[in-house]
């Protein structure tokens, strides 16, 4: 550790690590309180297409977690991002609770396909319309490509296949604008004035959360809560900077080890 830099930011995932949809991790407030009173950057980050930010803030204030709107970074916003910047006008599949975040984007006659998690939309008609415009040589965008998420009734399908599908049956590749990109976990420190080896991540999805993060140069702690499964610690390398139980332990680990005056 002596070759880090002092700790100065702490990213932390939301639905899988301080919350799985409408119930809070147990001990999640209290243990985000104590990381606050800690001489740490606090940022959120998320590649939930499942709602707005302002759909998903308001669970988390129903869940009595203090965030604030400008903490909170998501692969909605650097989809949206990305789709201004290329100046396309996207086919938009994903859920329609995330549609607020794409507000004012341009999207009659598409020219390129954006793909998150959206249930109800993928089905024969609107996959094969989005696998059209592809062949056309319209760009695919994929939100995220998760392979699974955790939800109340147990693990459930991501984006991932969907996206994998696309690309298969066009033989393109698709531009991944959310965990595990670097891109992503750059702009999410972006503003806070630290570099990756000043940052850890904590997080439930071995390869999108610790993977992506260690790949840029920060730490990552895994926690068994979300979508973990026995054993995932082993599916990167190099493995996770730490594995344990949920959200409060990691940020028992934080105060006690990496805001020391032995970093």
Same mark, same amino acid.
């Given at each position: 550790?002596?070759?880090?830099?002092?700790?100065?930011?702490?990213?932390?995932?939301?639905?899988?690590? $301080?919350?799985?949809? +409408?119930? &809070?991790? @147990?001990?999640?407030?209290?243990?985000?309180?104590?990381?606050?009173? *800690?001489? #740490? =950057?606090?940022?959120?980050?998320?590649?939930?297409?499942?709602?707005?930010?302002?759909?998903?803030?308001?669970?988390?204030?129903?869940?009595?977690?203090?965030?604030?709107?400008?903490?909170?970074?998501?692969?909605?916003?650097?989809?949206?991002?990305?789709?201004?910047?290329?100046?396309?006008?996207?086919? $938009?599949?994903?859920? +329609?609770? &995330?549609? @607020?975040?794409?507000?004012?984007?341009?999207?009659?006659?598409?020219? *390129?396909? #954006? =793909?998150?998690?959206?249930?109800?939309?993928?089905?024969?008609?609107?996959?094969?319309?989005?696998?059209?415009?592809?062949?056309?040589?319209?760009?695919?965008?994929?939100?995220?490509?998760?392979?699974?998420?955790?939800?109340?009734?147990?693990?459930?399908?991501?984006?991932?296949?969907?996206?994998?599908? $696309?690309?298969?049956?066009?033989?393109?590749?698709?531009?991944?604008?959310?965990?595990?990109?670097?891109?992503?976990?750059?702009?999410?420190?972006?503003?806070?004035?630290?570099?990756?080896?000043?940052?850890?991540?904590?997080?439930?999805?071995?390869?999108?959360?610790?993977?992506?993060?260690?790949?840029?140069?920060?730490?990552?702690?895994?926690?068994?809560?979300?979508?973990?499964?026995?054993?995932?610690?082993?599916?990167?390398?190099?493995?996770?900077?730490?594995?344990?139980?949920?959200?409060?332990?990691?940020?028992?680990?934080?105060?006690?080890?990496?805001?020391?005056?032995?970093?």
């Amino acid at each position: 550790m002596a070759a880090r830099r002092a700790l100065k930011a702490v990213l932390v995932d939301l639905n899988g690590t $301080l919350h799985i949809e +409408d119930a &809070a991790v @147990p001990g999640a407030q209290e243990a985000l309180k104590r990381l606050r009173g *800690a001489s #740490v =950057i606090v940022r959120f980050v998320t590649n939930t297409t499942k709602e707005s930010k302002q759909d998903l803030l308001d669970r988390l204030k129903k869940l009595e977690f203090d965030i604030s709107e400008d903490e909170i970074f998501t692969s909605l916003t650097a989809a949206r991002n990305l789709v201004e910047q290329k100046q396309v006008r996207p086919m $938009l599949l994903v859920d +329609d609770r &995330a549609l @607020p975040d794409f507000k004012g984007i341009q999207t009659s006659d598409p020219n *390129a396909v #954006v =793909i998150g998690l959206a249930p109800e939309h993928f089905h024969y008609q609107i996959l094969n319309q989005a696998f059209r415009l592809l062949l056309d040589g319209a760009p695919l965008i994929a939100i995220h490509k998760a392979r699974y998420y955790k939800r109340k009734d147990g693990l459930a399908l991501g984006p991932g296949p969907f996206v994998t599908a $696309l690309e298969y049956a066009t033989d393109t590749k698709a531009t991944v604008v959310g965990k595990p990109e670097k891109t992503f976990f750059l702009e999410a420190l972006r503003g806070t004035g630290c570099e990756p080896e000043e940052a850890i991540m904590i997080g439930d999805d071995c390869r999108d959360d610790v993977g992506g993060a260690q790949n840029v140069g920060m730490l990552g702690i895994l926690v068994k809560t979300g979508k973990y499964r026995a054993a995932d610690e082993e599916k990167i390398n190099p493995p996770p900077y730490l594995t344990c139980e949920s959200f409060p332990h990691a940020v028992d680990h934080i105060l006690q080890h990496l805001l020391s005056s032995s970093v």
